[in-house]
Nanobody
């Protein structure tokens, strides 16, 4: 099983980034997918979730209206489109796959929002 995040980097406040998480080794389409983030000295927090077949999405209040989660089951990939980025969005972003008791995590990608 592998979850590999990409797309992180340094961006100015107000800018945009799209994160990707490529999955392999399990039946991606059967899993709910989430993005989490962890800033230095803080606990990991849930950012966004998308259910099987993209039926529903949910977002943390802090990112509503700015971030969009989506999935492409044909490519076994989940995305996080981030816009109007703020310095407080700086964190390592992780993707998670979950189905019942089965949970898989990626290794994370750094997002830094700074001028």
């Amino acid at each position: 099983v592998q979850l590999v995040e990409s797309g992180g980097g340094l961006v100015q406040p107000g800018g945009s980034l799209r994160l990707s998480c490529a999955a392999s080794g399990f039946t991606f389409s059967s899993y709910a997918m989430s993005w989490y983030r962890q800033a230095p000295g803080k606990e990991r927090e849930l950012v966004a979730t998308i259910t099987v077949a993209g039926r529903t999405t949910d977002y943390a209040d802090s990112v509503k209206g700015r971030f969009t989660i989506s999935r492409d089951d044909a490519k076994n990939t989940v995305y996080l489109q981030m816009s109007s980025l703020k310095p407080e969005d700086t964190a390592v972003y992780f993707c998670k796959a979950a189905r019942g008791y089965r949970v898989f995590w990626g290794q994370g990608t750094q997002v830094t929002v700074s001028s």
